[in-house]
């Protein structure tokens, strides 16, 4: 089966700028997580969604950071602006129903300048 | 609130040489506790889980309640093993809480 897709892979941008990222999770999952994964440290999530609805979004920088998964299938993240505290890569991960496995994607490299 | 620990940042070992990456967590719920893994150039992987209390690459990792730790071991170390390794914990909305990862390089 295809793996999670993400693109794009690398994105530089200045500070204030606004910049998307999008995920397209493993046909059927119905689970769909954001994280991000700043230099040295472990992946930190941002966003869970069930289907299209939002099930955890605690962690999420609402004034900059917004999610979204309209028809329950693909996902975009978008920052504005952005900091340069948000230099990071941005994790997209899947999980089906019936199981306990999250799978990722590749990540989006964002560097902010 | 939840915690994991990962002490070790890097870790060195030869090759055929045992391997112990500690991780221990904080957690007021039932734990339930994963070893995820990522090559160079790869994507982060499910490496074992502990309830599945089974051996994945010659890995295995048993939860120990009393000193609320889940250390990854391997009796002999391979070239191949040299990666990123990630603790996480389960949490109640079927999220995963990472530690913040041990470099393991195996020396040839």
């Known amino acids: 089966e295809a793996g999670v897709a993400q693109s794009p892979r690398y994105k530089i941008i200045e500070k204030r700028q606004s910049v998307a990222f999008w995920c397209n999770p493993i046909?059927?999952?119905?689970?769909l997580y954001w994280y991000q994964q700043i230099l040295g440290q472990g992946p930190k999530l941002l966003i869970q969604?069930?289907?299209?609805?939002?099930?955890?979004d605690s962690q999420l920088p609402k004034d900059r950071f917004s999610a979204e998964r309209l028809k329950g299938v693909d996902s975009t993240l978008k920052i504005q602006p952005a900091k340069l505290e948000d230099s990071a890569v941005y994790l997209c991960?899947?999980?089906?129903?019936?199981?306990?496995?999250?799978?990722f994607g590749p990540g989006t490299r964002l560097t902010v300048t | 609130a939840q915690r994991v620990t990962q002490p070790e940042k890097l870790l060195s070992v030869f090759k055929g040489a045992p391997v112990e990456l500690k991780c221990n967590y904080s957690?007021?719920?039932?734990?339930?506790l994963f070893w995820y893994v990522q090559y160079s150039r790869q994507r982060l992987q499910l490496l074992l889980r502990?309830?599945s209390r089974e051996s994945i690459k010659g890995f295995t990792a048993d939860l120990n309640k009393g000193e609320t730790s889940f250390h990854l071991k391997k009796p002999f170390a391979q070239e191949e093993d040299s990666a990123m390794y990630y603790c996480a914990l389960r949490t109640g909305a079927n999220n995963l809480f990472f530690g913040t990862g041990t470099r393991l390089t195996v020396i040839p």
């Open positions: 502990h309830i």
């Open positions: 969604f069930q289907n299209n609805g939002v099930v955890d």
């Open positions: 046909s059927g999952h119905a689970t």
């Open positions: 957690y007021s719920g039932s734990p339930e």
């Open positions: 991960a899947s999980r089906g129903t019936e199981t306990y496995e999250q799978y």
